[in-house]
């Protein structure tokens, strides 16, 4: 018997390898459109019309505007906007700021190729971007398509940011660049995110968060945690050291089973800090609190997958099988 292996056999099983390699290591392509580029491009009437037409799903989707081109209220603001000298000159502070696109792409790329390999149902987004002076939201997601408003996002040293009442500094300061992608990503959770519409507990809110924060966690492995909740570092750094006096709050006050909207909001809501624990501790503090039951939970299941956590709807469960009582992780 010949126990040698041919030479042809040994070229087969490399070329196998090396395609199941790649297949493994393959990222989702992300299709980046600077439409905020295209629509600065052309000044006139016409040329915003006729970028309205070209891109119906974004006047649809960003604008709320069923008739794209003809939406003559439409066309006009935004030409009124497009020919203003200042937004011209937020318009080039935002092209400096994201410059690099290509940065971008490669962010949301790891994520929609994370995303995919835990949901293989999913399909990648088109990703357009847009500059109009806060015209629209800063960011809106549907299963097909992305559409951020890149001149929220062009940072403090811009010359104007956005304001009003929903943009308080504690807010404004995460309407940066870095910022952007695990907010997108963690908007993307709420499609994998089930709940049971029955348990209107500020439990079953709490736990809901923090399933999300963890799915946004696991598509972005590196993305700090401050960027994936919005607190500061020495937020998240007191609050973590203080984490069991913010749990015997929780318990002495029997929130958990809570269903008052009046009292979940003071503890979900983005308020500067949360008074009734004090003012050390920010806001939203609940969803901070889910996101280390949640994660508790899943660091103690290695065997249950983000596809199983996202699809369970029992609060209670998670909460109970955590074995989360307020403490730090090396406990």
């Known amino acids: ?56 799903d974004v006047a649809r989707l960003y604008f709320s505007s069923k008739d794209a081109g003809k939406d003559t209220a439409l066309v006009n603001e935004l030409y009124t906007r497009i020919n203003d000298r200042e937004l011209n000159v937020l318009y080039q502070q935002v092209q400096t700021e994201f410059s690099e696109a290509k940065e971008l792409q490669n962010q949301l790329s790891e994520a929609f190729t994370n995303i995919k390999k835990e949901f293989p149902d999913f399909k990648v987004p088109r990703v357009a971007t847009l500059v109009t002076g806060f015209m629209g939201p800063d960011f809106v997601v549907s299963d097909s398509l992305i559409v951020i408003g890149l001149d929220y996002f062009a940072g403090p040293s811009a010359k ?25 990503v963690f908007a993307l959770s709420h499609s994998f995110n089930a709940t049971d519409r029955t348990d209107q507990t500020l439990l079953a ?4 968060y923090g399933k999300g924060y963890v799915f946004t966690k696991t598509m972005l492995p590196e993305t700090p945690d401050s960027l994936i909740i919005g607190y500061t570092d020495q937020q998240l750094t007191s609050t973590y050291a203080a984490q069991d006096l913010v749990w015997a709050h929780f318990i002495d006050e029997q929130l958990l089973y809570q269903t008052s909207p009046a009292i979940k909001q003071r503890y979900t809501n983005e308020r500067p800090f ?47 099988e955590s074995g989360y009582k307020g403490q730090p992780d090396d406990d």
């Open 160 to 184: 104007y940011r956005p304001q009003g009442p929903d943009f308080p500094q504690y807010i404004l300061r995460r309407y940066q660049k870095d910022f952007l992608v695990p907010a997108i």
């Open 1 to 56: 018997m010949n126990d040698r292996i041919s030479p042809k056999w040994l070229l087969v099983w490399g070329l196998f390898c090396i395609v199941l390699l790649n297949s493994c290591d393959k990222r989702e392509e992300v299709t980046l459109q600077r439409l905020d580029q295209q629509l600065f491009s052309g000044k006139s009437r016409e040329s915003i019309r006729a970028f309205l037409d070209q891109h119906p």
């Open 205 to 208: 809110d709490m736990i809901y």
């Open 274 to 320: 949360t008074a009734e624990i004090g003012p050390r501790a920010p806001g939203a503090i609940g969803r901070w609190l889910g996101w280390r039951i949640v994660g508790r939970y899943h660091d103690e299941h290695p065997s249950v997958s983000i596809k199983d956590l996202m699809a369970n709807t029992n609060a209670r469960q998670i909460f109970q």
